[in-house]
C-alpha cells in the first residue's frame, strides 16, 4: 500500500556518475537529482559500484532514497546489449571477478582504439587518461572528451557520429558475458536485471527477442521501455514480451551530467513497480531518504 511505502517519486532508475562516463561525482549527481524534484533515484554506472557509498552519502543528506546498481556490459554475436542491475550484493565474489574483467578488457580495448585513432589523428592515450577519473570504467564517451580537448570535434555526440563510430573503422569490442549468463550472475547475487532500451536498433533487438524466454526464466525482471533512444514501433513489441513473459516494464533518463542531452527524470518508473523490484531484491536493500 501506498501508505507503507518508504520512498517517494518521482523515481529515476538509470543515471551515470564520473565513476563510469558521467560528468558529475555521485554526490553531484544527487544533489541534481534533488534540484530536479526527483525523490528516487538509481545510480548505475558502468560496470562498477564504486560510487555507491558517496552516493549514499549523498542522499540521505539531500532527500533523496537511492536503489544503488549498475549497468552491466553483455554482447550478443557483435552487439553489445546493456543490462541494469538493482540492489544486488556489490561484495559478490563472482560478479565482482566479472566486473573487474569488463573494466580490465575496458580499458585495453581504449588503448587500442586509441592507437588506431592516433595514426590519423593528433590523439594520445596520455590525453584520454587526462580526462578519466582514478579507476573509472574507461568508455568511447572518454576518448569523445580527450578528442574534444585536443579540438579535433567540439562535442561528445560529434565523435560518436563521428571517428568513434564504428562504420569510421577505429572501432573495437571488448570482451562482456553473454546476457543470460549477466542474468545469472545478477540473479545469484541477490540482485534484480532490468535489459536497459532494449528497442533501440531492429538487427539486435530481433536477437534478443528470440532468447527472451531464456531471460525470463533465468530472472529477468523487466524491460526498460521508456527510454529515449528505444524506437515506436520498439516500445510497442516490447509491451508485447513484457505481457508474453510475465516482465515489468520501467523508464528512466540514461543521464549523463552534461555528457549527454538526457535531462533527469525525462523518464520514470511507476512506484508499483519498484514495489516489485525491491520486494524481489535480496542482496542489499535501498537507501531510504
Ligand atoms: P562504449 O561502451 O565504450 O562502447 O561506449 C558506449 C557509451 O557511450 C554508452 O554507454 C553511452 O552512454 C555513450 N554514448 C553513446 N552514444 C553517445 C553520444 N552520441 N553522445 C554521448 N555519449 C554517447
Ligand atoms: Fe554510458
Ligand atoms: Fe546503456
Ligand atoms: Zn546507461
Known amino acids: 500500500m501506498s501508505s507503507d511505502r518508504l520512498f517517494r517519486g518521482p523515481i529515476d532508475l538509470h543515471t551515470h556518475s564520473r565513476v563510469s562516463d558521467g560528468t558529475e561525482s555521485p554526490a553531484q549527481l544527487v544533489r541534481a537529482a534533488a534540484e530536479a524534484g526527483l525523490g528516487t533515484v538509481a545510480l548505475t554506472d558502468h560496470d562498477s559500484t564504486a560510487g555507491w557509498a558517496e552516493a549514499s552519502t549523498a542522499a540521505v543528506g539531500n532527500g533523496i532514497t537511492l536503489i544503488p546498481g549498475m549497468e552491466l556490459s553483455t554482447r550478443v554475436e557483435w552487439s553489445s546489449v546493456h543490462m541494469l542491475a538493482y540492489l544486488f550484493d556489490p561484495n559478490n565474489a563472482k560478479l565482482v571477478a566479472e566486473t573487474a574483467r569488463i573494466r580490465e578488457a575496458r580499458l585495453h580495448r581504449a588503448e587500442e582504439m586509441v592507437a588506431r585513432i592516433g595514426r590519423d589523428y593528433d590523439l594520445e592515450w596520455d590525453d584520454v587518461v587526462a580526462q578519466t577519473e582514478p579507476g573509472s570504467t574507461v568508455g568511447r564517451p572518454h576518448i569523445a572528451d580527450a578528442l574534444v580537448a585536443r579540438g ?35 540473479v545469484a547475487a541477490g540482485g534484480v536485471p532490468v535489459m536497459a532500451h532494449p528497442a533501440t536498433r531492429s538487427r539486435t533487438d530481433v536477437a534478443l527477442e528470440g532468447r527472451m524466454r ?76
Open 152 to 186: 579535433l570535434v567540439s562535442t561528445r555526440s560529434e565523435a560518436f557520429e563521428g571517428i568513434l563510430h564504428w562504420r569510421a573503422g577505429y572501432y573495437q569490442p571488448h570482451y562482456a558475458p553473454d546476457p543470460l549468463a549477466a542474468i545469472e550472475l545478477v
Open 214 to 289: 531464456s531471460y525470463a526464466d533465468a530472472g529477468l525482471f523487466g524491460l526498460e521501455i521508456d527510454h529515449r533512444e528505444n524506437t515506436p514501433e520498439g516500445r510497442v513489441r516490447l509491451r508485447a514480451l513484457a505481457t508474453k513473459y510475465g516482465l515489468a516494464l520501467t523508464g528512466s533518463s540514461d543521464y549523463h551530467g552534461e555528457g549527454k542531452p538526457n535531462r533527469l527524470g525525462e523518464n520514470t518508473t511507476a512506484p508499483e513497480v519498484v514495489d516489485a523490484l525491491i520486494a524481489r531484491a535480496t542482496g542489499t536493500t535501498p537507501i531510504y531518504a
